[in-house]
């Protein structure tokens, strides 16, 4: 097999539980629930996919891995960031280990690979990765989305720019990939209608060992970069950019993952005073992010960022919709019945779920500061109860293409 296995099952050896019915014993056998983590444990993002795991194995011990009464089994696929290796995956785990749901994948091609999978064979699927079509032109409804599309942090990031920061012309930089088309397009769209123009665009492959030539080519007239970078990605450009002579030069804002807890740890100086957004902070005052990152600081020794969040909150939804269904995960139309009715407390906050299976929640701005000695995302500004189609009326969102390279125009561009 070539993908790590983690099964913890107390008591694996009992064959069923003790149930008391009128004063006598019945045995009731009954299977753990499957879990398939498709998560990424080598390459660019893993760093992100590590904490994925991470937040998940922990969710389920502080639960003794029992959820809605029954026990619960954790497979996870390392996924490589290579849809192929995505697909093949998912097919291991649900048709060779049998798992009743999966979690994840990580990022937005990942789960594009596997869409007609899962809709195929009729598997809950709760998702980390932001590929918009699957909650909005094309909604798969196997799927739901606890953490954000690629645009939804990236919308009231680029209002804030235009409005509050007061940035006039901006670049652009994302990984070519759906997930770096699509947020890039959707800070594009609410900047550029707040009064902004995208002057350039810069498309690095997601694997691209050095920023050096995209950093030669910004153009120096730009109040502002926007980075929509992940993994390390974001980490590996802003020091490149902080080598090139250039901070100070022009801001650099980012999207939910730019400098995501996992590598802000990496960070110096450089980092200070960079302003992100996402639906998630080590950072956010409620009881449950409060226990969940002393809890993760402890056994990782750094705080949680996006990707630990992810799976943390994605367990606190799965788990409502189980209690929901009395654990009867074999009930598969009824479970989804239930996810997408989901309304749960997380360590993000508030969440509950559109028709389409996407989140509603708070969207943070984040700024870089230091706290006792470690850099942090402290929040400065919360967009509450944000949904995937932001200000726009969904008839009016969903009758346009879906945001890419080419979608909206680049109507600003200057060579």
Known sequence: MTFTRRRILAGAAVAGAAAVTGGRVRAQAQEPIR????????????SGGLDMERGLQMYLKERNYTLAGRKVELISADTATNPAQTRTKAQELFEKNRVHCFI?????????????YIKDQGIPTLSVAAAEDMTQRKPNPW??????TSSQCASPLAEYCAKELRYKRMITIGSDTAYGHEMCAGF???????????????????????YASYIAQLNPKVDAIFSSLEGSNGFRFQRQF???????????????????????????????GTITSC????????????????????EAGYDPGFYGAATYANGAVLEAALKAVGGKVEDKEALMKALRATKVDTCRGPVSFDEYGNVVGNVYIRKVTRKEGRLVNSVIKTYPNVSQFWTYDPKEFLAQPVYSREYPPARFLEK
């Open 35 to 46: 879990i398939g983590l498709l998560t990424v444990k080598t390459g660019p993002l893993a």
């Open 104 to 116: 994840g994948p990580l990022a937005a091609f990942e789960a594009l690979a596997i869409q007609d």
């Open 143 to 148: 799927f739901v989305r606890a953490t954000s």
């Open 188 to 210: 594009q769209r609410v900047f550029e209608e707040n009064g902004g123009q995208i002057v350039q665009k810069l498309w690095p492959p997601i694997a691209v060992p050095d």
């Open 242 to 272: 902080t080598e090139f002579g250039l901070q100070g030069k022009m801001a650099i804002v980012g999207g939910m993952t730019h400098l995501d807890e996992a590598v802000l740890r990496n960070m110096g100086d450089e980092a200070l």
């Open 279 to 298: 639906w998630y902070s080590a950072e956010l005052d409620n009881p449950i992010n409060v226990a969940f990152v002393a809890n993760f600081r402890k």
